[in-house]
């Protein structure tokens, strides 16, 4: 048991001894190339582990005093993206629910006035 409790002392002090590496502060972040390519590539190729460095990223640079432009611009290129590419009402759940809207229509409507 003291063994176990040694090897665990160990691999707490080793953790804390090399987290500030891990962990290191952003030099300069409004110039890290992170931001380049997600202004050239967009935010969709990216892995979790980018977008969460992408985030952190842009986090430092807006304490920095970075233009929040820069980050604008990337919004709305992804926003302009999706909605390129969605396509509103044009699959199989559009015409149900244009199924479901005259269904409701000719009852409540039509049904109501074959009453009065």
């Known amino acids: 048991m003291t063994y176990f409790r040694i090897t ?9 001894l090399f987290a ?3 962990f290191s502060k952003i030099q300069n972040p409004c110039d890290d190339p992170i931001i380049s390519k997600v202004r050239k590539n967009g935010m ?6 980018e977008r ?4 952190r990223v842009k986090r430092a640079c ?4 970075g233009s929040e432009e820069v980050f604008a ?3 709305l290129k ?3 993206r999706d909605f390129g590419k969605a396509r509103e009402m044009s699959s199989w759940t559009s015409t149900f629910s244009y199924s479901v809207i005259v269904a409701l229509f000719y ?5 109501h006035m074959a009453d009065v």
Request: proline share 3%; no cysteine.
């Open 8 to 16: 665990i002392v160990i691999f707490v002090l080793m953790s804390s």
């Open 62 to 65: 807006l304490n920095a005093g």
């Open 20 to 22: 500030e590496h891990m």
């Open 73 to 75: 611009q990337i919004e």
């Open 52 to 55: 969460i460095y992408f985030i």
């Open 44 to 49: 969709v190729p990216m892995s979790l582990k």
């Open 78 to 80: 992804e926003y302009n």
């Open 107 to 111: 009852y409540f409507v039509l049904g």
